[in-house]
T-cell receptor
Framework: QKEVEQNSGPLSVPEGAIASLNCTYS??????FFWYRQYSGKSPELIMS????GDKEDGRFTAQLNKASQYVSLLIRDSQPSDSATYLC??????????FGKGTLLTVNP | DTGVSQDPRHKITKRGQNVTFRCDPI?????LYWYRQTLGQGPEFLTY????????KSRLLSDRFSAERPKGSFSTLEIQRTEQGDSAMYLC??????????FGEGSRLTVL
C-alpha cells in the first residue's frame, strides 16, 4: 500500500513569515511529486511539481525533494493571509496515478 | 472556460437511489481520473481512463460504482443504491500522460 504522510496541522504562522510544509512517502519507486493547494469547499489547485532531487523555486514557493530520505517539502516565503488553505502532497509512480496525503492546514495570521 | 467541468455541482439524494455524475475534461487531455474526498481527508483514487480504456479501478471501490468514458471524451460515474457512507465530494481530473493533473470543481453528494 503506497502511503503519503503529512502533518495534519494546523500550522499557524504570522504574516510575512516562512511556512514550511513536510511530506514523506513510502514507495521508493515514486517519480513525480506535487503540491496542491485547496481552499475550503474548493477543489485542489496545482501549485508546484518537482521530479528530481534538490530545490525548485517558483515565486514565493520552493519545493524540495530528497529521494534518498523519501521526503518532499514546500516552503512559502513572505506568507500572506491568502495562503491560508490546506496543502496536499501528492506522489506518483510510472503509471502517473497520484496518491495524496491527508493535507496540512495552514493558517497565516495578519 | 477550457478547464475541467463537472455536473451537477451538488446532488442530494435519498438512500437507495442511483446517482450519476458527468465530467468533461480539458479537450486535449487523454487521461481522466475520478477521486473521492471526505472532510479532513485527501483525495482518494477511484479509477482512471486513458482515452476510452479504463486502466485501473480501486480495490476499495464497491461494485455499486461504475465509470465509463465512451469515445475517450467525457466520463460518467454512476453510484447505484446509494448509502450514507457515499456522501463525499467526487472530483474529476484530467491530464496528458506524464503531466500534472488538473481538477474540476467537484460534485458534492449528500445521501440522506
Amino acid at each position: 500500500q503506497k502511503e503519503v504522510e503529512q502533518n495534519s496541522g494546523p500550522l499557524s504562522v504570522p504574516e510575512g513569515a516562512i511556512a514550511s510544509l513536510n511530506c514523506t512517502y513510502s514507495d521508493r519507486g515514486s517519480q513525480s511529486f506535487f503540491w496542491y493547494r485547496q481552499y475550503s469547499g474548493k477543489s485542489p489547485e496545482l501549485i508546484m511539481s518537482i521530479y528530481s532531487n534538490g530545490d525548485k523555486e517558483d515565486g514565493r514557493f520552493t519545493a524540495q525533494l530528497n529521494k534518498a530520505s523519501q521526503y518532499v517539502s514546500l516552503l512559502i516565503r513572505d506568507s500572506q493571509p491568502s495562503d491560508s488553505a490546506t496543502y496536499l502532497c501528492a506522489v506518483s509512480g510510472s503509471n502517473y496515478k497520484l496518491t495524496f496525503g491527508k493535507g496540512t492546514l495552514l493558517t497565516v495570521n495578519p | 472556460d477550457t478547464g475541467v467541468s463537472q455536473d451537477p455541482r451538488h446532488k442530494i439524494t435519498k438512500r437507495g437511489q442511483n446517482v450519476t455524475f458527468r465530467c468533461d475534461p480539458i479537450s486535449e487531455h487523454n487521461r481522466l481520473y475520478w477521486y473521492r474526498q471526505t472532510l479532513g481527508q485527501g483525495p482518494e483514487f477511484l479509477t482512471y481512463f486513458q482515452n476510452e480504456a479504463q486502466l485501473e479501478k480501486s480495490r476499495l471501490l464497491s461494485d455499486r460504482f461504475s465509470a465509463e468514458r465512451p469515445k475517450g471524451s467525457f466520463s460518467t460515474l454512476e453510484i447505484q443504491r446509494t448509502e450514507q457512507g457515499d456522501s463525499a465530494m467526487y472530483l474529476c481530473a484530467s491530464s496528458l500522460v506524464s503531466e500534472e493533473l488538473f481538477f474540476g470543481e467537484g460534485s458534492r453528494l449528500t445521501v440522506l
